[in-house]
């Protein structure tokens, strides 16, 4: 394994990360193959493990916190998210003080832990201001329940605001950002990777596989696998278009290039930028991870890099005056 800081931070994670949002706990059966995945991924030197308190109603936490107890937790980077419901109550979602203040002694207890190194507020919340939730989570700091905090899926001008929050009253910084990034989505090479170099802010990306997508599994003229899932889920449905499956077939070529597979091409692709400390993946299986793990030694000829933006039509975004 090899190992990024997070960022400016001193803090140093793998450069793949293991993530539950897609973690299926439900069945006993199902929970000893994710068990198998974790222990895969410590012992094949991941230090970073992803969660958030929406996952599964909170028992993704729970199961990820039962079955990283057997390993030293200083050894460990944890992380969890907050923003989604947890309740019914009025209160039980959001950015508030009061949210953020439950949410987090709840996840502490579910993954067996007195602090998380990262935690995260999982969306923008646009009804709670920036004040009331920046104190918050600098207040965590210095209570110890967390090390460092972050967002996903912001916006640069929300975090620069944020930012000026935090300088304004001297509070803790912000010092990660967890967004959505792949080759069919790559909007934060528009502005937020600039940003986020500037203010010495860590990447980790979730879905660097688009969600399957790119693992080569769903193929023209190929029946959806059974047990795949993209047979019942319609987030992952709705990738598969003409159009995107004729651009997995171009890049399955590539891969076969290099004599590798899609996974591992997509994931080393995506490793290409210094400024990504970190890639969240997803296993449901150990084979899945282990075949993942191969990306942190493929080096992609620079050629191929140009040939990759021409084939999904990406141009950074900007725009000339006079």
């Known amino acids: 394994m090899k190992y990024r800081h997070l960022g400016k931070q001193g803090l140093r994670v793998s450069e793949l990360a293991l993530g539950s949002w897609m973690t299926d706990v439900s069945e006993p059966d199902k929970q000893d193959l994710a068990a198998q995945s974790i222990k895969l991924a410590y012992e094949s030197g991941v230090n970073f493990f992803d969660c958030a308190d929406a996952y599964s109603g909170g028992a993704a936490e729970r199961f990820l916190g039962k079955t990283l107890k057997q390993f030293p937790r200083k050894e460990l980077v944890l992380s969890s998210k907050v923003f989604f419901p947890t309740g019914d109550g009025v209160n039980d979602q959001g950015l508030s003080r009061k949210h953020i203040m439950e949410s987090i002694d709840t996840s502490l207890k579910n993954m067996q832990t007195d602090y998380l190194d990262l935690y995260f507020c999982h969306r923008f919340d646009p009804e709670t201001p920036l004040e009331?939730?920046?104190?918050?989570?600098?207040?965590?700091?210095?209570?110890?329940?967390?090390?460092?905090?972050?967002?996903?899926?912001?916006?640069?001008?929300?975090?620069?605001?944020?930012?000026?929050?935090?300088?304004?009253?001297?509070?803790?910084?912000?010092?990660?950002?967890?967004?959505?990034?792949?080759?069919?989505?790559?909007?934060?090479?528009?502005?937020?990777?600039?940003?986020?170099?500037?203010?010495?802010?860590?990447?980790?990306?979730?879905?660097?596989?688009?969600?399957?997508?790119?693992?080569?599994?769903?193929?023209?003229?190929?029946?959806?696998?059974?047990?795949?899932?993209?047979?019942?889920?319609?987030q992952i449905k709705a990738l598969l278009t003409e159009d995107n499956l004729n651009k997995v077939e171009e890049l399955i070529k590539m891969a076969a290039e290099l004599d590798t597979d899609l996974s591992t091409f997509a994931l080393a692709w995506a490793l290409r930028d210094p400024r990504i400390s970190s890639l969240i993946t997803g296993a449901s299986k150990p084979s899945q991870f282990k075949n993942n793990l191969k990306a942190i030694d493929l080096k992609i000829p620079d050629d191929y890099y140009p040939r990759i933006d021409k084939l999904f039509g990406f141009k950074k975004f900007s725009r000339k005056i006079g």
């Not at 329940?145 to 300088?167: C, D, F, M, N, T």
């Not at 001297?170 to 989505?185: I, K, T």
């Not at 696998?225 to 019942?232: E, F, L, V």
């Open 132 to 234: 009331e939730t920046l104190q918050a989570l600098s207040d965590l700091v210095d209570q110890g329940k967390i090390l460092y905090y972050g967002v996903s899926e912001w916006r640069p001008v929300q975090i620069l605001e944020a930012q000026l929050i935090i300088q304004q009253r001297g509070l803790h910084p912000m010092s990660v950002v967890q967004p959505q990034y792949n080759m069919f989505d790559r909007y934060i090479e528009h502005e937020l990777l600039d940003v986020c170099g500037k203010l010495g802010l860590g990447i980790v990306p979730f879905s660097p596989l688009s969600q399957g997508l790119l693992t080569g599994k769903y193929r023209k003229g190929h029946q959806i696998p059974a047990g795949s899932r993209a047979t019942y889920q319609d």
